[in-house]
């Protein structure tokens, strides 16, 4: 005889001009781990708003399992066992997701020119992560020129270099990609790269100062240091490899 199906009870907003996206994904969260779900819709904003005071909550949607009430969607997701990041908490996935994309799009690269994976791939997968991370901080450069500030030896010197840089990276990175104008693109890059680097070791391995780094936009939870400092020593081998070559 088999086991009775577990069930659930959700209620969630479904208005006419919104779907609660949080309700939606703990609807489907609770079908993936074998629930039969009571799906009851809130179809108004006052029908939703008497549901919160009735049981004493601030949000929607809210999970009920064997009569007990769970909460909310992250709620939910810490009842499964599974990981929720903590408001402002700090995390290497931004970075990282940029070099995964920048290796995948070198690697594209690389295939459509030659057929074939070369030594190309990594000096094009530096160039194009520099490519995207500037695209990261042009999304709000003030923003980032402020978080900049916070251990750029340069910028605490000179404020304009914090609107600059970002313009600077693009520029050398595009450049790079192209393998055009070397004797622009590989200065440049081994001047903010340079000052990158040594401006990141000081501040987390000298001065043990904790802060975010501002390498991908000044909304970030990334956290300074070994990520941070490997950027930067990459784009100075670039930029010294280039020179090199074009000896």
Known sequence: MSAPQKTAVLYRMVLPDHLCPSGQK???????????????HLKTRAETDAFKAEHGVATTPQTFIDGVRIGGYDDLRRFFGQKVPEPGATSYTPVLAVFAVAALIAVAIDWLSMRAITAMVLPNFIATA?????????QDVERFSTMFLNYDLLARRWAPYGY???????GAGVLMLAGALTWLSAPVALFIGGIGAVSVFKAVYVDKRELKCACVGGSSNVPLGFVSL??????????????????
Not at 26 to 39: H, I, N, P, S
Not at 130 to 138: F, G, S, V
Not at 164 to 170: N, R, T
């Open 164 to 170: 600059i840089y970002p313009f600077a990276e693009l």
């Open 26 to 40: 703990a609807l489907w969260l609770l079908r993936r781990k074998g629930y039969a779900v009571e799906d009851h």
């Open 130 to 138: 520099m490519c995207l991370l500037a695209m990261l901080k042009l």
């Open 230 to 247: 490997t950027e930067n020593v990459m784009m100075v081998g670039m930029a010294v490899w280039m020179l090199v070559g074009a000896m």
